[in-house]
Nanobody
Framework: QVQLVESGGGLVETGGSLRLSCAVS????????MGWYRQAPGSQREWVAT???????SYADSVKGRFTISRDNAKNTVYLQMNNLKPEDRGVYYC??????????????WGQGAQVTISS
């Protein structure tokens, strides 16, 4: 079965940096999209960034210029480098995988979440 495991969360000061990792086991289709979502306390889950199998990236306006998403296909891992962290960046970060398949809807998977806490 496909599993996504996040790591790298923790406590950082405002203006600091963290790098989240998401390791995938079980298989990634040749055409896919991976990304990160986050959920702040008392808020709904929101999209942060995505990276397609072809390498194209997209970012939410709130993190543009501060966050960088990347992937290492040899390691089946996606990363989120978070710089200049702000208090509003706090929350649980979830890794996402969408395996694109022909002849049917895509398969979608979520990680268990990584806690990111920002101190002032």
């Amino acid at each position: 079965q496909v599993q996504l495991v996040e790591s790298g969360g923790g406590l950082v000061e405002t203006g600091g940096s963290l790098r989240l990792s998401c390791a995938v086991s079980g298989g990634i289709y040749s055409i896919n999209v991976m990304g990160w979502y986050r959920q702040a306390p008392g808020s709904q889950r929101e999209w942060v960034a995505t990276i397609a199998s072809g390498g194209s990236t997209s970012y939410a306006d709130s993190v543009k210029g501060r966050f960088t998403i990347s992937r290492d296909n040899a390691k089946n891992t996606v990363y989120l480098q978070m710089n200049n962290l702000k208090p509003e960046d706090r929350g649980v970060y979830y890794c996402y995988l969408k395996n694109i398949r022909s002849g049917g809807p895509p398969y979608e998977y979520w990680g268990q979440g990584a806690q990111v806490t920002i101190s002032s």
